[in-house]
């Protein structure tokens, strides 16, 4: 297990030596731990879905744009849609602080030394309403490339926000959550004039990962893209509904 967190996801799938025995000990003991947070999972995606509510998970790099893209999305949605959002960082509330200012609930899981928020933490959150019924529950995933990719927290869409100022070889070297992805938002396209970042070359890694995925360029600060991305929830919102 990460020594740091104790994650199970970096290493459940990994190669064991069969021959040693504590190795397989702790093998298995990660893949019981991810199985019982796909378990919480599967509930806390009936629970959603029995509540008309689309949840995303938005996971990204430390600083990718993560909550300046969610007051956006709250700010154009002015209200038509109910909107809540459960926020992971490793410390402070500054997150949630910055949610509630636009008039929005919002509810600040600190994990400590965890990397990754998992499903019974969205479990208790939903216990406590977090959820609103027949609108859209954002989950801010902790700024992390790697271990969020691992745990399902019974969201309907996993979102991965890149941004321009990251690189874009990100999904060359972060392969596990790009190939999660349902929806690749490339923020700080406001950037591009500025960096050396190519679009094309980002968008055909990211294909080679998850073939299907839409890769759209937005900006959280000019507004450029947000159309999209709008129209996009909208799409999973009207699938989600027409399931139920
Ligand atoms: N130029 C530009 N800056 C942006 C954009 N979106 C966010 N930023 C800036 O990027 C910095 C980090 O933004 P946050 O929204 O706090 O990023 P985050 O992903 O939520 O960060 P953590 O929660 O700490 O992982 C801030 O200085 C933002 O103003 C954008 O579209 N363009
Ligand atoms: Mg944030």
């Known amino acids: ?21 504590e190795r397989g000990r702790v093998i298995t003991l990660e893949r019981d731990l991810l199985a019982a947070n796909d378990a919480v999972a599967a509930r806390n995606r009936e629970r959603l879905a029995a509540a008309d509510t689309l949840a995303v998970n ?20 002015a209200g038509g849609v109910p909107v809540a959002v459960v ?18 609930p919002a509810r600040q899981i600190t994990t400590g030394k965890a990397c990754h928020l998992d499903a019974a933490m969205i479990a208790r959150a939903l216990d406590d309403g977090i959820a609103p019924a027949h609108g859209v529950l954002f989950v801010e995933n902790v700024g992390n490339l790697v271990c969020p990719a691992g745990f399902d927290l019974g969201e309907a869409a996993k979102v991965v926000v890149a941004s321009v100022p990251e690189g874009d070889d990100k999904p ?3 392969p596990d959550i790009f190939a999660a992805a349902d929806l690749v938002l490339v923020n700080k396209c406001d950037l591009l004039a500025h960096v050396a970042f190519d679009l094309e ?19 959280a600060t000019s507004g450029a893209g947000l159309g999209v991305w709008l129209d996009w929830l909208a799409r999973r919102r009207a699938r989600l509904h027409a399931a139920a």
């Not at 297990?1 to 970096?10: D, L, N, R, W």
């Open 172 to 174: 060359l070297k972060y």
């Open 1 to 21: 297990m990460c020594g740091t967190c104790g994650c199970p996801s970096h290493q459940a799938g990994g190669a064991g030596r069969a021959e040693d025995p």
């Open 201 to 219: 070359r980002f968008t055909a890694a990211a294909r080679r990962l998850a073939p299907a995925v839409a890769v759209l360029a937005v900006s």
């Open 87 to 104: 926020e992971g960082d490793q410390a402070t509330d500054l997150d949630a602080a910055r949610i509630r200012a636009t008039g929005v």
């Open 58 to 77: 938005l996971m990204a790099g430390p600083g990718a744009g993560k909550t300046t893209l969610l007051v956006a999305t709250i700010t154009a949605l």
